[in-house]
């Protein structure tokens, strides 16, 4: 599963904290990698104890709240707290897998990482390069959002991100472990409940809805783990 959401941020937002971002300090983005992602990542990222990355990741995940198509999509039980990273001169992150489990930066809690999310800063035309592609076992696709988007993919394909050769990309990332552990699961619900709503729209007293309603709410608990 492979989705954008548009508008996290406003564009004026987005514009506000790209401006502090280019003015605060960044650090080797190698880091914070494992051994073998560490031998082909090539950026930077904030520390997490910036007070800028505590201030823009709470309102990432106050917006991600509110967000009806993320919740819809996500299922979410936990999600990380935002990180941020910055690619320039030529940065790059070859193919990676991203590890299973993480941990939350400063307290004894873990997450399985089902779903992988990047929020773009920077607009299309302010870099060349810094494309996120994703191999998802069928095709790769080529993820390059405006300022504020979001795109929502599985944990558990090979993605890299491409040298950026002009000007500089700056994004948010985080992981979210779902509800429902299975993605092909959470697609079917997602579908089903975009399915509903249309119906909803269209015939609200049809009683095929509220039927429909039931059998959606009744898969989510057969496989909604809490
Ligand atoms: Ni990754």
């Known amino acids: 599963m492979m989705l954008a959401i548009p508008d996290i941020l406003t564009p004026d937002e987005a514009r506000m904290f790209r401006l502090e971002l280019e003015q605060t300090a960044w650090s080797d983005g190698r880091a914070s990698a494992g051994a073998l992602a560490g031998r082909v990542k090539d950026n930077q990222q904030l520390a997490d104890d910036n007070p800028l990355a505590a201030r823009l990741g709470g309102l990432i995940l106050e917006r991600l709240a509110r967000s009806e198509r993320f919740m819809q999509a996500a299922l979410p039980l936990k999600v990380l707290p935002p990180r941020f990273n910055r690619y320039v001169g030529g940065g790059a992150y070859g193919d990676h897998v991203d590890s299973a489990v993480l941990s939350v930066p400063g307290a004894p809690l873990r997450l399985r990482g089902d779903l992988s999310a990047t929020v773009f800063f920077s607009d299309p035309e302010d870099y060349d390069g810094g494309e996120l592609v994703i191999d ?7 993820v390059k959002l405006p300022a ?4 929502l993919y599985s944990a558990r ?5 491409t040298p950026v050769t002009r000007g500089a990309r700056f994004a948010a990332f985080f992981w979210i472990e779902s509800m429902v552990r299975q993605g092909d699961r959470r697609a079917m619900l997602l579908d089903l409940d975009e399915a509903i709503g249309s119906l909803r729209a269209d015939t609200p007293d049809h009683p095929a809805v509220l039927r429909l309603t039931g059998l959606y709410h009744n898969l989510l608990r ?3 783990d809490t």
Do not use: D
Request: aromatic share 6%; no cysteine.
């Open 222 to 224: 057969e496989w909604a």
């Open 136 to 142: 998802s076992g069928l095709g790769e696709t080529r």
């Open 148 to 151: 504020g988007h979001m795109v």
């Open 157 to 161: 394909t090979v993605h890299r991100v």
